[in-house]
């Protein structure tokens, strides 16, 4: 079956053949293996017309919904690092802006007309506002709400908009936009008002996925929820990632469908000529094999082991059956199905969003977390735990230290007043233990008490002490940076 491989090994087939990407891969597949089989056993007649590039190179789209003045421009701005506005029109024509972006080569973003609220709402827009998003609902791969901090009361035109997405739930991401201008506690009431309010109207069991944040690329008002803004933003901008992803797995799906379909088509087509007479009684035969057809699917299902559910309709295929001259229909070609199996089992690269706010996301000094937590002092030519180390001797000394070290109970009585639970604290005293002898010599002590400040401060400590914080006298060499474990 097809499958993903490394992005920095592209996509390679069993020929040799190489993929970028997923779209070249799965039409160049198609063309060269699947269509030559649907052409010859008259696939196209029965079940569905041939692949065009359309179907193959068409991007992901993301439908964005909101009321005016939601950030939902902005928000595209921010996504795209563009000042350019696009223009929107529902009521005589829709109008597509191309731009070269790199995020645009990925996917496609859909902005609509901001929702109505208050005496606006009786305002008529001369089309079916909530038909048009159902449309467009049923072809995105994401439909993104958006809403106001200060202005978080939900339209009847927004409810009809929300409920014109049944069906379409999995789709539905909501960012809380603007969340900069309220502060913390007001922040918590927004956002719980927000649920209560989306419990209303989307009636499905699972909690929709909210994303807080400030999405344009202006100074944040209040910066106290920096952090979490950041990191609400990577997790969308990971959502909007995975699509190209995700829309090429729909795309696999039904190319690999419509391979079993058609490779079932080649059996029963084939089979049908085989069962013809060369001569005489060719109508009378063909009548009955379209009567037998339900007993020709069982044979060909154990003769080639095919589950039932790749079969075509069997009433429908028995109607379309009586239209054609049996025996002009082609012998099985093995080499046609075995091409189609080869297909099947081709490699392809993975596809991602890259570009505008998502180039370097993840890398560089700007990136989230970067220089802080465990990673703090990771670009500093100083020890970064010498800078506090002062205020820790002062405490290391008080613990009555033997030979230059402290014994594990009395480190343990000093770790514990920091109310950290204790599988916590046994992590922390692995890390901090360099020479694994069960005391802490001062610089160790300093490390577990540096370790034990991350985890205060709410961030997450690492599997493997990174190479930035190992203690001076405990490296093979102090003068150089060493790998990332004690010695």
């Known amino acids: 079956m097809f499958s993903w491989v490394k992005q920095e090994q592209g996509g390679r087939n069993k020929e040799g053949e190489m993929y970028q990407t997923v779209t ?16 010859t056993y008259l696939f196209h007649d029965f079940h569905s017309p041939a692949l065009e590039a359309a179907d193959f190179q068409s991007k992901p789209m993301v439908l964005l919904v909101g009321q005016y003045s939601t950030g939902k421009t902005t ?36 902005d609509t007309p901001g929702i109505l609220s208050g005496e606006k709402q009786r305002i008529s827009r001369g ?15 994401r439909i993104i709400l958006l809403f106001d901090a200060h202005k978080l009361d939900i339209s009847d035109e927004f409810s009809e908009a929300i409920r014109a997405f049944k069906g379409q739930d999995d789709k539905i991401r909501v960012v809380l936009n603007k969340a900069d201008q309220v502060d913390t506690q007001q922040l918590m009431r927004v956002y719980g008002a927000l649920m209560w309010s989306l419990g209303k109207v989307i009636n499905t069991p699972e909690v929709v996925r909210v994303y807080l944040g400030s999405f344009w690329a202006k100074p944040l008002q209040n910066t106290e929820n920096r952090r979490l803004f950041e990191a609400e933003s990577q997790d969308l901008f990971k959502d909007i990632q995975s699509l190209p992803r995700n829309a090429a797995l729909r795309k696999l799906n039904d190319l690999i469908k419509r391979a079993r379909l058609a490779k079932v088509q080649a059996y029963i087509i084939s089979y049908l000529k085989k069962e013809m007479p060369s001569l005489f009684g060719r109508e009378k035969k063909k009548e009955e094999l379209i009567m037998r057809l339900p007993e020709i699917y069982t044979i060909l299902q154990r003769e080639h082991h095919i589950s039932p559910g790749d079969f075509p309709n069997v009433t429908k295929m028995q109607d379309m059956l009586q239209h054609y001259d049996f025996s002009k229909f082609p012998s099985l070609k093995i080499k046609l199905v075995e ?54 001797d002062e405490i290391f000394y008080m613990l009555m230290p033997i030979n230059g070290k402290i014994s594990g109970v009395n480190a343990k009585k000093e770790m514990m007043n920091s109310r950290l639970p204790n599988t916590v604290l046994g992590k922390i005293w692995k890390l901090a233990d360099c020479d694994k002898d069960g005391m802490l010599d001062d610089e160790e002590f300093a490390l577990a008490q540096h370790l034990i400040k ?26 150089h940076r060493l790998p990332a474990k004690c010695w």
């Open 454 to 479: 991350i985890k205060l401060e709410g961030y997450e400590l690492p599997s493997e002490l990174p190479h930035h914080l190992v203690p001076p006298s405990h490296r093979k060499n102090p003068t």
């Open 339 to 392: 091409s189609v199996d080869k297909m099947l089992e081709s490699k392809l690269p993975p596809p991602m969003v890259s570009g505008g706010a998502f180039e370097g996301s993840q890398d560089g000094p700007f990136g989230h977390g970067y220089g802080e937590g465990i990673s703090a002092g990771a670009d500093a030519e100083d020890w970064i735990i010498g800078r506090e180390k002062h205020r820790y």
């Open 24 to 39: 070249e891969g799965l039409q160049s597949l198609y063309l060269k293996k699947l269509l030559p089989l649907e052409e």
């Open 127 to 141: 089309y079916d506002f909530a038909e048009v998003l159902r449309w467009f609902g049923e072809r995105v791969d």
């Open 75 to 110: 928000f595209i701005r921010y996504l795209l690092e563009k000042l350019n506005a696009f223009g929107n029109s529902f009521l005589n024509r829709f109008i597509c802006s191309q731009m070269p972006n790199q995020v645009l080569q990925s996917i496609s973003i859909i």
